[in-house]
């Protein structure tokens, strides 16, 4: 059967639809359970204020109780880390390979069960979930590749002297935190901890709180394809309550992160103090789409509308303004208003839609304050209000929704992470550029454009990690792992390489150079 990812079109999907619908109904009788913390290999109950997992589709459906960690649970944690990292690191890295070889094998067996539970918890459409169950196996593949393609990251080098034998070694740093959003619950979770984990590090891992069935499933991978008890610990809890007490702990060596510049960057700033220690983030996007005069305005708007909308604009990589040229800036809205009004909305574990809840109420209520101010400062082309009727009565459901706004409003500047998109004219491409590069953020970018002297000078002149040009199935959206690396720059990330991509792997590793003289 075809393997599902975010731009799949056009596949059979008769059989993947039959083999979800029966997914969906094991994972909907599993639901509503209670489910502790994994520390050491063993379940520990939480204390008191546990969370209660609600679908973003129907809240009045509760899909488990999870346990709220502790400072003293992620203090042991990490105390249980330390030394079975230590046996972790000394394992032949072909078998810690072989074990996350395992693990990528075992989502693809579970994938269907993986990719309902996200449509539940997350509010995902059935083929967005397939992607992220799909991505997540490739991405520990990919992972594995680097370490043997780098034969472990051990290299001879050369000799000054003719007595002595050099030789170049990538360690792992120790213990890291990692830490998860909710909109890829699985992919970057999965993507993050594998990295680490194949170098040889341990994982002191928390899912978002909207999302802590999906780390449990991610746990359940990982213990079950063979990765030793202690080195991969799962602790649910609230970040605003301990958050910091993870990344702050004297024990962890490195953390990976991928959620909001906000807290990235507040993490940045502190995490480091005796000594410099890596840092790895993924943060937020405000991905601009440029519509030049000579673009074909059938696909920009095929291309606007699919990554604006799925996911509900969700996604680190969603289209959230587009800078189209005012002498096609009216047909190409036509186009776009159609094509956005013929979606489906509605329940997403259900076949055929496209279109679902955000998160949580905070996400509706972001959504509330933008269309106010949307309508305020422009006008809105199509949608601008919460659904509450019928089947969205029960789910936090709001309109996809377009508004053409002057182009010193904020609404092309601020991560909101909702379904509004910011439309403005401009009259040549220059302005496209300079306006698509005044936001703090640099993850994707996207162009429709005929002229092949614009691409290039796209590419080399926009400020963003991801570029696209042309791309109908998704203007700004749809990375693979090994095909699209996945670096934000400026505010979007920290590092200047991105998961997804060849040169991530070793930044989990730090090197050791060891000379040896002959006697
Ligand atoms: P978020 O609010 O920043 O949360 C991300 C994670 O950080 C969650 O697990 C959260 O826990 C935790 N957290 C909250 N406060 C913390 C603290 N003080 N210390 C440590 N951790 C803390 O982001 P989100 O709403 O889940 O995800 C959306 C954001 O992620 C957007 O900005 C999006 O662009 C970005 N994102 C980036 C990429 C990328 O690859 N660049 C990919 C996906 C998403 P709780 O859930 O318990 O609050």
């Given amino acids: 059967m075809t393997k599902i990812t975010y731009t799949s079109a056009n596949v059979d999907l008769e059989a993947f639809h039959q083999d979800f619908d029966a997914a969906l109904a094991r994972v909907r009788a599993s639901a509503g359970q209670e489910h502790p913390l994994f520390i050491g290999g063993r379940p520990v109950p939480g204390t008191g204020d546990a969370i209660t997992d609600l679908s973003p589709i129907d809240t009045s459906v509760v899909l488990g109780r999870f346990a709220a960690a502790t400072p003293a649970h992620i203090d042991d944690a990490v105390r249980q880390a330390k030394p079975a990292q230590k046996g972790w690191a000394r394992l032949p890295w072909r078998e810690r390979v072989a074990i996350l070889r395992r693990a990528a094998t075992l989502i693809r067996e579970r994938k269907y069960d993986l990719a309902a539970v996200m449509s539940l918890e997350v509010g995902k459409s059935r083929l967005e979930s397939m992607g992220d169950a799909e991505e997540s196996a490739d991405l520990i593949d990919y992972y594995c590749q680097q370490v043997e393609d780098a034969g472990g990251f051990v290299r001879e080098m050369a000799r000054i002297t003719p007595v002595e034998r050099n030789t170049d070694v990538l360690r792992p740093y120790g213990v890291f935190a990692c830490i998860a959003p909710f909109n890829f619950p699985l992919a970057l979770s999965t993507g993050m901890s594998s990295a680490a984990l194949v170098c040889g590090n341990a994982v002191v891992y928390k899912p978002a709180q909207d999302t802590p069935w999906t780390g449990l499933k991610l746990y359940e991978v990982y213990r079950d394809a063979g990765v030793p008890a202690g080195v991969f610990s799962y602790l649910t809890g609230r970040g605003s309550v301990i958050g910091d007490t993870i990344w702050q702990h004297p024990g962890v060596d490195g953390v990976v992160f991928t959620g909001s510049k906000v807290v990235g960057m507040r ?196 400020e963003a990690g991801v570029c696209y040009a042309n791309k109908r199935t998704g203007a700004t959206t749809g990375a693979w792992p090994g095909a699209q690396p996945f670096c934000g720059w400026k505010g979007s990330g920290s590092t200047g390489k991105g998961g997804c991509g060849p040169y991530y792997v070793a930044q989990f590793m730090r090197e050791q150079s060891r000379t040896v003289i002959a006697s």
């Fill in 267 to 462: 993490m940045y700033a502190a995490f480091s103090s005796n000594w410099a220690k890596p840092c790895l983030l993924e943060l937020g996007g405000k991905n601009p789409v440029i519509v030049t005069d000579t673009a074909d305005l059938d696909a920009a708007a095929e291309g606007v509308m699919r990554s604006a909308f799925s996911l509900q604009n969700q996604k680190c990589s969603a289209t959230s303004r587009v800078y189209a040229h005012q002498a096609v800036i009216e047909p190409f809205l036509e186009l776009l208003l159609a094509k956005t009004r013929a979606m489906t909305i509605g329940d997403p574990t259900q076949r055929d839609v496209y279109f679902g809840p955000v998160i949580n109420e905070r996400a509706v209520a972001t959504f509330e304050r933008a269309a106010a101010q949307a309508a305020t400062e422009g006008h809105i082309l199509c949608g601008g209000h919460r659904m509450t009727e019928g089947a969205f009565a029960k789910g936090h459901y709001v309109e996809p929704t377009i508004a053409r706004l002057p182009l010193e409003s904020t609404l092309f500047r601020d991560e909101l992470f909702v379904p509004l998109l910011s439309i403005g004219a401009v009259t040549s491409f220059d302005q496209a550029i300079a306006e698509a590069n005044k936001a703090e953020y640099g993850l994707t970018a996207g162009i429709f454009t005929g002229n092949t002297g614009e691409i290039d000078r796209f590419f080399d002149e926009v």
